[in-house]
């Protein structure tokens, strides 16, 4: 099925650290969900956007959808070990139900 | 209360048996998913159902079977799988509608499906 570009793939970083990762499409979406996935878990939701330009934050994480509706972007400040897991990013265009999720990337925080 | 639940969590089964995946949302959503996931990968959609109608098909094989009973509850019956179906499989629901164009996307645990 369709999938939008994620990256990092995967990411390695020391506690305390910053993340950053983003999403590309090729179609213009107008809304744009970020998830959390841990092991045998289901994806949890983190974030969403629903506008060009909008930022959000919620706790240490903060996201962005992008002016041109392609793209968005999440950061993590100050990562903590409980950060590990994998994040998902997902796009929806506008008159459908169907959502499409990003390749992924994983997240591995060494304390 | 943003919760999914899905039943059972982990399902063993046979390439002859016929079993079922169950979900539930008691959020009042009108959009109730079914996701496919493999390991490492991402969520892939199977179905979507709006007003209790099948809204999506993307393509899957007859031998998932989804069905809505009403707006809580939404089953995948499962006949004649085959290994390659193992996987994850998630439930989510959405209060999208035809007039709210917009909406978050929450998700069950998922049944950790394996085919023997």
């Known amino acids: 099925g369709q999938q939008l570009n994620q990256s990092p793939q995967s990411m390695f970083i020391q506690e305390g650290e910053d993340v950053s990762m983003n999403c590309t499409s090729s179609?213009?979406?107008?809304?744009w969900l970020w998830y959390k996935q841990e092991p045998g878990e289901g994806p949890v939701l983190l974030i969403a956007?629903?506008?060009?330009?909008e930022l959000t934050s919620n706790g240490r994480l903060t996201a962005q959808f992008g002016i041109t509706r392609k793209d968005s972007f999440l950061n993590i400040s100050a990562s903590i070990p409980s950060d590990v897991g994998i994040y998902f990013c997902?796009?929806?265009?506008?008159?459908?139900?169907?959502?499409?999720f990003g390749t992924g990337t994983r997240l591995k925080v060494l304390a | 209360d943003t919760e999914v639940t899905q039943t059972p969590k982990h399902l063993v089964m046979g390439m002859t048996n016929k079993k079922s995946l169950k979900c539930e949302q008691h959020?009042?959503?009108?959009?109730m998913y079914w996701y496919k996931q493999k390991a490492k990968k991402p969520p892939e959609l199977m179905f979507v159902y709006s007003y209790e109608k099948l809204s999506i098909n993307e393509s899957v094989p007859s031998r998932f079977s989804p069905e809505c009973p009403n707006s809580s509850l939404l089953n995948l019956h499962l006949h004649a799988l085959q290994p390659e179906d193992s996987a994850l499989y998630l439930c989510a629901s959405s209060p999208q509608t035809r007039v709210v164009n917009t909406g978050e996307l929450f998700f069950g645990e998922g049944s950790r499906l394996t085919v023997l």
């Open positions: 179609s213009i979406f107008n809304t």
């Open positions: 956007l629903y506008k060009a330009g």
């Open positions: 997902a796009g929806r265009t506008s008159g459908t139900y169907k959502y499409i």
């Open positions: 959020m009042g959503h009108r959009a």
